[in-house]
């Protein structure tokens, strides 16, 4: 979809988007999402504008590793808002392709329903390289949803590398979803996951696995009681569900606005979420100081001549700091 042309009202866009226009936020979106140098500045304006309202929203995000469910969790769950009379916005950040860029954007396919629901938004962003997977403009994205009118904001990490991160320090919630089978799956796990979630959730509990996933919550709650919480407000539960059946994820939501109503009360949503834009801006300066490395004909010739001498031995790292820093002009 076509971003808006140079000179755009910005009074005017701001208007309609947060009168809820999906067609005005699907531009709004591809506006933020542009690397142009004019589209930004309009992007950043726009934001402003909107920024009184914004935050009223649920922010949660949620990992898993491949085949966990992640995609028919948030077509359950968000199916289940929607009917509760609230508007969801999913962020959806696909794996790209390092080879040739691709992204797989199939969440839409995959949340039959949400796709369908007019009080639903399904914004599938390519990460296209971005580190830890989390698409570069996504924090933005969600300003714009939650001005839209959308109350819950849905973040899906890729569930690789560094994404969990990534999406623990844009959300007000953060879960983990895993499967049955908890032996295997605690050899393996990061233990910086386990320290960031403020919920476990074990899915695919229905059937056969039924009895599995009671353990692998038995094996959880052992870990996490080990752990320091990520919250002095908030012990971490461990829960099964069934994205297919649907059983037990009213219970998961119960368990977000518990959480949400506690550390309102205490100050810590407040506090967090004002670290949270704090960092949000230094990370846009650095990627905005970085840019020219990626875009300038010149850098992108010499910085791999500059990384070759240094990994050669034949210049220091701190001389090849300097060097990197003239041709920057800084």
Same mark, same amino acid.
């Given at each position: 979809?076509?971003?808006?042309?140079?000179?755009?009202?910005?009074?005017?866009?701001?208007?309609?988007?947060?009168?809820?226009?999906?067609?005005?936020?699907?531009?709004?979106?591809?506006?933020?999402?542009?690397?142009?140098?004019?589209?930004?500045?309009?992007?950043?304006?726009?934001?402003?504008?909107?920024?009184?309202?914004?935050?009223?929203?649920?922010?949660?995000?949620?990992?898993?590793?491949?085949?966990?469910?992640?995609?028919?969790?948030?077509?359950?769950?968000?199916?289940?808002?929607?009917?509760?009379?609230?508007?969801?916005?999913?962020?959806?950040?696909?794996?790209?392709?390092?080879?040739?860029?691709?992204?797989?954007?199939?969440?839409?396919?995959?949340?039959?329903?949400?796709?369908?629901?007019?009080?639903?938004?399904?914004?599938?962003?390519?990460?296209?390289?971005?580190?830890?997977?989390?698409?570069?403009?996504?924090?933005?994205?969600?300003?714009?949803?939650?001005?839209?009118?959308?109350?819950?904001?849905?973040?899906?990490?890729?569930?690789?590398?560094?994404?969990?991160?990534?999406?623990?320090?844009?959300?007000?919630?953060?879960?983990?979803?895993?499967?049955?089978?908890?032996?295997?799956?605690?050899?393996?796990?990061?233990?910086?996951?386990?320290?960031?979630?403020?919920?476990?959730?074990?899915?695919?509990?229905? /059937? #056969?696995? $039924?009895?599995?996933?009671? *353990? =692998?919550?038995? !094996?959880? @709650? +052992?870990? %996490?009681?080990?752990?320091?919480?990520?919250?002095?407000?908030?012990?971490?539960?461990?829960?099964?569900?069934?994205?297919?059946? /649907? #059983?037990? $994820?009213?219970?998961?939501? *119960? =368990?977000?606005? !518990?959480? @949400? +109503?506690? %550390?309102?009360?205490?100050?810590?949503?407040?506090?967090?979420?004002?670290?949270?834009?704090?960092?949000?801006?230094?990370?846009?300066?650095?990627?905005?100081?970085?840019?020219?490395?990626?875009?300038?004909?010149?850098?992108?010739?010499?910085?791999?001549?500059?990384?070759?001498?240094?990994?050669?031995?034949?210049?220091?790292?701190?001389?090849?700091?300097?060097?990197?820093?003239?041709?920057?002009?800084?």
């Amino acid at each position: 979809m076509a971003s808006f042309p140079p000179g755009a009202d910005i009074a005017r866009i701001a208007r309609d988007l947060r009168a809820g226009d999906r067609t005005t936020l699907s531009r709004a979106i591809t506006l933020i999402e542009s690397k142009r140098a004019d589209h930004r500045r309009t992007a950043a304006a726009l934001t402003q504008k909107l920024i009184d309202a914004t935050g009223n929203a649920v922010r949660v995000g949620i990992t898993g590793a491949p085949g966990v469910g992640k995609s028919t969790t948030i077509d359950a769950l968000g199916n289940m808002l929607t009917h509760e009379a609230r508007k969801v916005a999913v962020l959806a950040v696909d794996p790209s392709s390092q080879r040739t860029g691709g992204s797989i954007l199939a969440d839409k396919t995959r949340m039959a329903r949400l796709a369908n629901d007019l009080n639903a938004f399904i914004r599938p962003s390519p990460a296209s390289g971005t580190l830890g997977g989390v698409a570069a403009k996504t924090r933005e994205t969600m300003l714009l949803c939650e001005a839209a009118g959308y109350d819950v904001v849905l973040v899906e990490t890729v569930g690789v590398g560094q994404s969990e991160i990534a999406v623990a320090d844009m959300t007000d919630f953060f879960l983990a979803l895993m499967l049955p089978g908890a032996g295997d799956e605690l050899q393996g796990l990061k233990k910086g996951i386990v320290e960031l979630a403020d919920m476990i959730a074990i899915n695919k509990a229905d /059937g #056969d696995n $039924v009895v599995r996933a009671r *353990a =692998a919550a038995a !094996e959880y @709650r +052992a870990a %996490l009681h080990i752990l320091s919480p990520r919250s002095p407000n908030w012990s971490p539960p461990v829960v099964t569900y069934s994205a297919v059946t /649907g #059983d037990g $994820v009213a219970a998961l939501w *119960a =368990a977000v606005l !518990e959480h @949400r +109503a506690k %550390l309102t009360a205490s100050g810590e949503l407040d506090e967090r979420r004002g670290k949270q834009q704090v960092k949000w801006m230094w990370s846009m300066l650095e990627e905005r100081l970085f840019a020219p490395l990626r875009s300038d004909r010149t850098l992108k010739a010499a910085v791999p001549r500059i990384e070759a001498d240094v990994a050669a031995g034949r210049l220091a790292a701190s001389a090849a700091v300097e060097r990197i820093a003239d041709l920057l002009g800084k």
